[in-house]
């Protein structure tokens, strides 16, 4: 069975950082892409960030570039997501998901992934 399963989220104060893992089972990620997205209450679920299936390609949706930073580690089956300076506005709960074939200028498309973890709640705040 695929699944993926997010790990990380918490509280954390403005400015401070936070690493979210998405670790794969029942799977190898090697030939997945994999988008990082979120969603904060009342709005809808938005792309955050994306790696290639190689790592060779990554994007970052403008409101974190600069901040955040994608990577991933094939051999231990999990994609990162490392999240520093910290704004109140990043509160939300964070997705990871799984994908052959997702990419290019479709990236932060939900609807471009087929596998999708429960998600972490991450909450910036004083």
């Known amino acids: 069975q695929l699944q993926l399963v997010e790990s990380g989220g918490g509280l954390v104060q403005p400015g401070g950082s936070l690493r979210l893992s998405c670790a794969a089972s029942g799977f190898t990620l090697d030939y997945y892409a994999i988008g990082w997205f979120r969603q904060a209450p009342g709005k809808e679920r938005e792309g955050v960030s994306y790696?290639?299936?190689?790592?060779?390609?990554?994007n970052y949706a403008y409101f974190v570039k600069g901040r955040f930073t994608i990577s991933r580690d094939n051999a231990k089956n999990t994609v990162y997501l490392q999240m520093n300076s910290l704004k109140p506005e990043d509160t939300a709960v964070y997705y990871c998901?799984?994908?052959?074939?997702?990419?290019?200028?479709?990236?932060?498309?939900?609807?471009?992934?087929?596998?999708w973890g429960q998600g972490t709640q991450v909450t910036v705040s004083s």
């Open positions: 790696i290639s299936s190689g790592g060779a390609s990554t």
């Open positions: 998901a799984a994908d052959r074939l997702a990419g290019g200028s479709s990236w932060y498309r939900s609807n471009a992934y087929d596998y």
